[in-house]
């Protein structure tokens, strides 16, 4: 019988790894706290026309990539493949709004998309959502953007560089729409099938196009930064000087069109080369309709995820493997031992201190090596004669030298050794 293996796209995070995410989601909650983000939770299953109305009918993640199925009740359900849209459903559910309009928000959690796996690339990943809600100000998007680059900062992460762009608003973005579809009018022979469907569909994602005859036929392509309306230019204006002012360096990037329909005016990304082709740790950016889209008041909203995934891969690989250890490990020879010192390891475990043992009266040299092998700091060994003496011995794994322990206080004594007494 052939054993049953995960779905293709679908990994496991075994426990080295998990230790390594905890510690990020650790440092990541502490940044959104201080930045005064709050945390919501939502399921991960939605109606289908959530994600269909907000990401767009026209985006390969709806065309293409949605876990999607009808329920035993008939309904339309997708696995949700980004949370923004979910966010503001709540919000708007709830009518949060209606107490106070502005809202800052995040959410930690997987997101499903059928695409093509690869490094870096999962059809189940991981993602830190932050969205504020109610500001329409361009110092909404650069707060995020500056939170982004404190956070990896903290992370070790020493090459993100953020780029950003403006998609300008409904009153300007047709301008610029039919301009890029007079330019492509001349080139339709160099586009590839996918963008000559997106000319009716979704023109400006043909700017995001990665087949190198897309991307030469649209090298001189006009730059939507001339089209943008007063209001528009003003607001990126702002956003330009508010990042030069924090000395923030960043990429004016004309082609960052993003995968989802919702936005409008800023879009940013944050690269980086530790992730080859995959190279947006995190991009967001302002979605001011998509709550009117979604039935809602006219409130604006700026926003970002991260890729749990891609930042951990970026994390692990400046750090080199350092797995952490057991303070102890209690190396009883023999039932008498094993019985007197059972109970100090549960008074250990339960004073919060990782100690270990083994259950199984194994000689000295393999208890040693179970020691080795868990990466324990310090080894308490007693056996016959320690057990005679009343005292044990407590091995340093790293100095070798040994100090005695009195077996009548030897969880007192070990949490003295073992620096867990402050
Ligand atoms: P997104 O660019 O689709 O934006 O995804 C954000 C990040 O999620 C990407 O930069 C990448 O790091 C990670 N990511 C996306 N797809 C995958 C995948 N298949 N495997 C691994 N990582 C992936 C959004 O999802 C928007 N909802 C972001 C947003 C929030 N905009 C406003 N608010």
Redesign the pocket.
């Known amino acids: 019988m052939t054993s049953i293996r995960s779905i293709k796209g679908f990994k496991d995070i075994l426990p080295g790894e998990a230790a390594l995410w905890q510690s990020i989601e650790k440092t990541a909650t502490e940044v959104l706290g201080a930045f005064g983000f709050r945390e919501i939770r939502l399921p991960i299953l939605e109606k289908t026309e959530l994600f269909a109305r907000s990401i767009g009918e026209a985006t390969d ?1 709806v065309e293409k990539e949605m876990y999607t199925f009808t329920d035993r009740s008939g309904d339309l359900l997708t696995l949700r493949p ?3 849209a979910a966010v503001v459903r709540a919000y708007l559910q709830h009518k949060i709004y209606a107490q106070d309009p502005v809202q800052k928000y995040y959410t930690i959690g997987p ?1 499903f ?1 059928r ?1 093509r796996p690869q490094k ?4 189940q ?1 991981y ?1 830190i ?3 504020i809600f109610g500001v329409g100000s361009p110092y909404a998007d650069v707060q995020l953007i500056v939170m982004l680059v404190d956070l990896l900062e903290r992370l070790g992460v020493t090459d993100a560089q953020p780029h950003v762009n403006s998609l300008g608003c409904p009153a300007c973005r047709p301008d610029f729409r039919r301009a890029l579809l007079d330019f492509l009018a001349a080139r339709e022979e160099r586009l590839c099938a996918d963008c000559l469907r997106r000319r009716e569909t979704n023109p400006l994602r043909i700017l995001d196009c990665k087949v190198p005859g897309c991307r030469e036929a649209t090298r001189d392509a006009p730059a939507l930064s001339r089209f943008l309306c007063a209001e528009c230019r003003s607001h990126f204006d702002i956003l330009q000087g508010a990042l030069d002012a924090l000395g923030i360096a960043y990429l004016i990037d004309n082609r960052l069109v ?3 329909d919702y ?1 409008s005016r800023t879009t940013f ?1 944050i690269q980086t080369s530790a992730l080859g082709a ?1 190279s ?6 302002r ?1 001011d309709g998509l709550m009117k889209t979604l039935g809602g008041p006219d409130i604006p909203a ?6 749990f ?2 930042l951990a891969e970026i994390v692990a690989a400046g750090k080199g493997t350092e797995t952490p250890g057991p303070l102890v490990f209690i190396a009883a020879l023999g039932a008498e031992a094993q019985a007197r010192a059972f109970p100090w390891l549960a008074a250990l475990n339960r004073s919060g201190i990782w100690a270990d043992m083994l259950f199984e009266d194994k000689s000295l040299k393999s208890q040693m090596k179970r020691a080795g092998k868990l990466g324990a700091r310090k080894v308490l060994i007693i056996g016959e004669n320690e057990l005679a003496a009343n005292t044990g011995q407590l091995r340093d794994m790293t100095t070798r030298e040994q100090v005695p322990v009195s077996l009548d206080r030897a969880v007192e004594e070990l949490r003295r050794h073992l620096g867990a007494d402050g």
Do not use: C, K, S
């Not at 870096?120 to 059809?123: N, Q």
């Open positions: 993640i980004e949370a923004t997101m998309r695409e870096g690339r999962y059809r990943f993602q959502n932050a969205e993003r995968g989802l936005y990304e995959q947006a740790v995190a991009g967001g950016g979605y700026t926003g970002f995820a991260i890729g995934d891609r």
